[in-house]
């Protein structure tokens, strides 16, 4: 289960610090949707909404479902979404356990997925895994903070072996997986991407 409830003496400035994607990498998501254009998104966690955001306006008309376990942070996100007058936002207050469980069956397939919750390689493979029956050939997949620590590096050098996986790149602050069979041969491009 990730993320505990967000408690009264945690500022919401510590909460941005430590949590939020950087600036280069929002601009990253927001040109990414903008190029590939993806009809369905899906994001586990939502945190304050900064990078749902971008991934909503540069995937626009396309929908982006969001889950938050935290209902605090996850009513302050739509806060910012009422405020940006953001129509193409579904965001849920759920972990991700319990939308996998009731609401991943009753979905369509995603064209982009962005894992940036829980920082352990046992469920981040396990939510991969859970997803999987929800990927095309055109899914795109993010994974957050690969080199959270060692156990998450551990968990995203498994994913870049899964048999479906056809490319992937790593770009230090995170990682993008495709499954595009098109792709000759399958490779793992290392990518150092400018921090600013």
């Not at 369905?40 to 626009?60: D, K, Q, R, V």
């Not at 965001?91 to 995603?110: C, I, R």
């Not at 156990?151 to 870049?160: A, E, P, V």
């Amino acid at each position: 289960m990730q993320g505990s409830t967000l408690s009264a003496d945690i500022r919401i400035s510590r909460i941005a610090r430590q949590s939020l994607s950087l600036p280069f990498q929002c601009r990253f998501l927001y040109r990414l949707m903008n190029l590939t254009k993806p009809k369905t998104c899906l994001e586990f966690g939502t945190s304050l909404g900064i990078a749902s955001s971008y991934i909503a306006l540069g995937a626009a008309p396309g929908k982006l479902t969001t889950i938050e376990g935290d209902p605090v942070l996850a009513s302050l996100a739509c806060k910012l979404f009422a405020e940006q007058n953001i129509k193409n936002i579904t965001a849920l207050d759920s972990t991700f356990e319990s939308f996998l469980k009731n609401d991943l069956p009753k979905t369509e397939n995603f064209d982009f997925i962005f894992l940036d919750g829980n920082h352990k390689s046992i469920p981040l493979i396990n939510y991969y895994q859970a997803l999987k029956s929800h990927f095309t050939r055109d899914t795109i997949m993010m994974v957050d903070d690969i080199y959270w620590s060692a156990d998450m590096q551990k968990g995203w050098k498994t994913l870049i072996t899964m048999p479906e996986v056809t490319q992937s790149v790593d770009c230090f602050r995170f990682g993008l997986l495709f499954f595009n069979n098109d792709f000759i041969n399958k490779e793992h491009h290392p990518i150092r991407l400018p921090l600013i």
